[in-house]
Nanobody
């Protein structure tokens, strides 16, 4: 059974930074696509960013220039550096993965095969 475990969430003030980490129970290089998905309170899940096996990255418009995804397959890990955080970034953040390559729908309708349990990010004004 594939396990994805997130960490690094917390409470910060607007303008602050957090770095999320996701460790997989298997070699992350075997995934075609990995990404971060968030679910704000009372809202649907929304794709934040994806990275595919070839290193292509897609960012949601609402995080461009503020968030940076990175992957370290040697550590079976995925990261999300979040800077200039805003109150509207408050959400549960999930790490997710698919065996196949990312597609353009992954941000609009994130339906990954594997999911972590999530880590809470709260940004206060």
């Amino acid at each position: 059974e594939v396990q994805l475990v997130e960490s690094g969430g917390g409470s910060v003030q607007a303008g602050g930074s957090l770095r999320l980490s996701c460790v997989a129970s298997e070699y992350t290089g075997r995934y075609g696509c990995m990404g971060w998905v968030r679910q704000p309170p009372g809202n649907e899940r929304e794709g934040v960013v994806t990275i595919d096996h070839d290193g292509r990255i897609q960012y949601a418009d609402f995080v461009k220039g503020r968030f940076t995804i990175s992957q370290d397959n040697a550590k079976n890990s995925l990261y999300l550096q979040m800077n200039s955080l805003k109150p509207e970034d408050t959400a549960m953040y999930y790490c997710a993965a698919d065996p196949w390559l990312c597609n353009s729908d992954d941000l609009l309708r994130p339906t990954f095969r594997y999911w972590g349990q999530g880590t809470q990010v709260t940004v206060s004004s």
